[in-house]
């Protein structure tokens, strides 16, 4: 449920995807840019509820004062003559599930400019587009986008260019390679910062040459 519920989260450009028909609470993908949580099962039959079952009457709080939205997992306990509510524990969830491992690359691109880029053209060179660029990213806006590796050695790299009047021309390269031997790649835009797997943000300009999957994110 976790490849789907980020390729929904790609796909709406969104921060948060919350599912709940599983019936198993979740409280996040292992290493994502967005947030998925399941709210787990609001009815379990009391028979298969702790402490002699398994279930709890979990669900989802979520935050839109916040900035970037948080969501959180909890459940309901009777606890004495009162109902308290407490954290739920919740595990992740992988995107790609081992023994399978996951080079995708993820990629943001922000739009400054004052009127839209057109996508003139994209290219998978290795992989698939899970979540394709978009012909158009709007002034002011952002495009998500997800290059997922087949099985095999080769991991992921691929291309996309687009075209506006306050920006010109421009071209974004991307890869996260199977290969210990090689390195993940990115250019392009008028900066960029990248990542990988569960690290941090790097600086501005420098890649994110190690680990998987890769994240970049680009500005026009």
């Known amino acids: 449920m976790g490849w789907f519920a980020q390729r929904q989260a790609f796909e709406s450009n969104a921060q948060v995807v919350v599912f709940g028909h599983t019936h198993m609470p979740i409280s996040g993908l292992d290493t994502t840019l967005v947030q998925y949580v399941n709210s787990g099962f609001e009815c379990p039959a009391i028979p ?32 004495g003559d009162a109902i308290e509510i407490l954290p739920c524990a919740a595990p992740t969830t992988p995107i790609v599930r081992p023994p399978f491992a996951d080079f995708s690359t993820y990629v943001l691109i922000d739009n400054p400019g004052t009127d839209s880029m057109r996508l003139v053209g ?25 290059l997922q590796d087949y099985p ?22 991307f890869s996260c390679p199977l290969s210990p031997l090689s390195a993940n790649t990115a ?34």
């Open 48 to 79: 298969d509820m702790l402490p002699r079952g398994e279930q709890v009457i979990s669900f989802v709080l979520l935050d839109l004062d916040t900035q970037p939205f948080t969501a959180r997992v909890l459940r309901a306990a009777k606890i």
């Open 122 to 146: 994209a290219q998978a060179n290795h992989g698939y587009w899970v979540v394709p660029p978009p012909e158009e990213i709007p002034a002011r806006g952002q495009a998500m986008l997800w």
């Open 152 to 173: 095999g050695a080769r991991g992921s790299e691929g291309s996309c260019s687009y075209t506006s009047s306050s920006l010109g021309h421009q071209v974004f390269t």
């Open 187 to 220: 250019s392009g835009g008028s900066s960029f910062r990248t990542k990988s797997g569960t690290g941090s943000w790097l600086p501005p300009g420098r890649v994110a040459k190690s680990g998987h999957p890769f994240y970049v994110e680009f500005t026009a």
